[in-house]
């Protein structure tokens, strides 16, 4: 079993930035790659970054690349969101997941956490 824990979210214009955290504890944490996945009212789950779990490897959403970046910690079990230029249609419920799995898809992943609202205003 894998916990994870989100923080870091909140209320910010458009054109900020927020740093989003998800801790882990449980089972070894580089055994796991970590995804960040976002969901708007009224949309399904989206994909938005995934690190490998060396932190070698990042692959990320269009709609983020260039403005967003994924990192990890593995000596803190902590994986990170850097949010910048963030735009009103970032707004959305962002969640932190973990899974044996390099991929994009919600079903590569096994644990997720509780997520933290990104509200982005005009």
């Known amino acids: 079993q894998v916990q994870l824990v989100e923080s870091g979210g909140g209320l910010v214009q458009a054109g900020g930035s927020l740093r989003l955290s998800c801790a882990a504890s449980?089972?070894?944490?580089?055994?796991?790659?970590m995804g960040w996945f976002c969901q708007a009212p009224g949309k399904e789950r989206e994909f938005v970054a995934a690190?490998?779990?060396?932190?070698?490897?990042?692959n990320y959403a269009d709609p983020v690349k260039g403005r967003f970046t994924i990192s990890r910690d593995n000596a803190k079990n902590t994986v990170y969101l850097q949010m910048n230029s963030l735009k009103p249609e970032d707004t959305a419920v962002y969640y932190c997941?973990?899974?044996?799995?390099?991929?994009?898809?919600?079903?590569?992943?096994?644990?997720w956490g509780q997520g933290t609202q990104v509200t982005v205003s005009s």
């Open positions: 690190i490998s779990r060396n932190g070698v490897n990042t």
């Open positions: 449980g089972r070894t944490f580089t055994s796991y790659t």
């Open positions: 997941a973990a899974g044996p799995h390099y991929g994009s898809r919600w079903l590569d992943y096994d644990y």
